[in-house]
């Protein structure tokens, strides 16, 4: 259903979470760069052989973000339904009847507001609905990810739980029902291209302008660049597929929280930011996961850090551009500077071990992990002293992870006896940052499933993991 590694992601829906979104209400938009403003550098070219092409008129809806196939189950009871048209001297276009006139009248208020905010016009009408959360709930659980198999997201459960990064009796699929479930606000279906509210049974507020002005962003990126067709839809590649989501979700984020100050009222505001510090206070994302939790903020928070330094740089425009050439890792969205000073990963190859180990064995999970993911592995389970879902913090150990220069691995099963194998190669920006993460690592060892060997190299890490070690002989690496 979806990726944990790669993204917390679902084809076809691109979700708005609630805790995220009213957190970052108490953020400031005002462009904080993390490079000189002097001039804006060229963007680097696409790493992954396509650049996102900006279209010449309408698409076929596509996804943006985190993504479901499909639409939603509508019925009298679960949806209503109305248009989001494109501004014109006519007016607003008439929502369908099943659509409460008042709340229809917020949201086309709103969606006719953005369009200046984010400097591009719709190229056609964005319908809308309201669905309930069951509905949602029972369309998310009946969904799969088209991008990967039960097996790729069985063998991703296990590699997660033998790092040490999800518990042994974790249902992967269930937990991310559930977070899905508790915490989606809206969505926005390319498939149809329509944006849908999650009906919380309370009237509509603040917090629902700012889903619609989040979710009707994405519908503009949709019109105007061809987000779906150029999407990394590889799972394999799920570090660099995070970054790119992160540039569509901080987009987003930022256009929203513009709408906020220029056309929400002071009222309504303040209304916003004390329900966001009550939701937080409960924050359902609390019991989740690390290595979840990051994953679905790091759009939203580091997103908009990363969004909001390209825009204090050349506005809307060179976010456009960010758009269509998107950073080709994490490490680029955690450090925007190495994002315009074109510093790519470093390309990693493994050698396939499926002939080495023997018969029965095959190579059933690949993944680069990438910066964000290293830094939720050396945390090893500790916490930020000060933790604010949503926003970005600061995490223990992370400078373990700040001179990763790219990775790759392969884990290897053996389905008749059980036995397995991680074989993982990083690339490190200097010998001290190699030393640095084999030191963690070592720390971290009884965290660990299976026989831990620690292989270095010229400011390299081979990171072995075995269930039995024989298997460490049979690969050649015997102490």
């Not at 339904?81 to 929502?95: D, E, L, R, Y």
């Not at 709340?103 to 809308?128: F, G």
């Not at 740089?313 to 080709?328: C, E, K, S, Y």
């Amino acid at each position: 259903m979806s990726r944990a590694v790669g993204t917390l992601r679902h084809r076809g829906v691109v979700l708005t979470f609630a805790a995220l979104l009213a957190a970052s209400a108490c953020t400031s938009v005002s462009p904080s760069p993390s490079v000189p403003a002097s001039a804006v550098p060229p963007l680097p070219t696409a790493s992954h052989g396509q650049t996102l092409a900006p279209s010449s008129g309408p698409q076929t809806p596509l996804p943006t973000a985190q993504v479901v196939p499909g639409t939603p189950p509508a019925s009298p009871q679960s949806t209503s339904s109305g248009a989001s048209p494109i501004p014109s001297s006519t007016g607003p276009q008439t929502p369908a009847p099943t659509v409460d006139p008042a709340v229809a009248a917020q949201i086309d208020a709103v969606t006719a507001q953005v369009p200046p905010i984010r400097e591009l016009q719709p190229t056609k009408t964005v319908p809308y609905q309201e669905i309930s959360r069951d509905a949602f709930t029972t369309f998310i659980t009946g969904q799969s990810d088209e991008d990967t198999t039960p097996q790729w997201r069985a063998a991703e459960e296990e590699f997660l739980k033998r790092m040490g990064l999800l518990p042994q009796n974790t249902d992967l699929q269930q937990l991310l029902v559930q977070l899905y479930s508790a915490e989606v606000a809206a969505y926005y279906q390319p498939t149809d291209g329509t944006f849908y509210l999650i009906d919380t049974g309370q009237p509509f507020g603040p917090a629902d302008k700012v889903a619609v002005a989040h979710e009707y962003t994405h519908a503009l990126q949709d019109q105007h660049f061809d987000l779906e067709g150029n999407r990394i839809k590889d799972p394999a590649e799920g570090d660099a597929a995070l970054a790119q989501l992160s540039v569509i979700e901080g987009d987003a984020t930022l256009t929203s929280q513009l709408w906020m100050v220029q056309d929400m009222s002071e009222a309504e505001q303040a209304q916003l930011v004390s329900q966001a510090l009550g939701e937080l206070s409960q924050d359902q994302l609390a019991n989740m996961p690390t290595i979840l939790r990051r994953q679905l903020e790091f759009p939203y928070a580091e997103g908009f850090l990363f969004v909001r330094d390209v825009y204090g740089l050349g506005g809307f425009d060179a976010v456009n551009q960010a758009l269509q050439t998107p950073p080709a890792s994490t490490e680029q969205i955690l450090h925007s500077d190495k994002y315009y000073n074109h510093e790519q990963p470093v390309p990693v190859t493994l050698n396939d071990l499926t002939a080495t180990l023997g018969a029965g064995w095959s190579n059933d999970y690949q993944q680069t992990m990438g910066e964000l993911n290293i830094q939720v592995l050396a945390a090893g389970g500790e916490k930020p002293a000060v933790d604010v879902p949503g926003l970005p913090v600061t995490w223990p150990h992370q400078e373990v992870a700040a001179g990763w220069g790219g990775d790759r691995l392969n884990m290897y099963e053996n389905a008749s006896s059980g036995a397995w194998l991680i074989d993982w190669q990083i690339a490190w920006d200097t010998q001290a940052d190699a030393d640095e993460f084999s030191a963690r690592m070592t720390e971290l060892q009884s965290t660990f499933q299976g026989t831990l060997r620690l292989i270095a190299g010229p400011q390299t890490v081979r990171f072995v993991l075995a269930s039995d070690p024989s298997l460490l002989t049979t690969v050649g690496l015997s102490q």
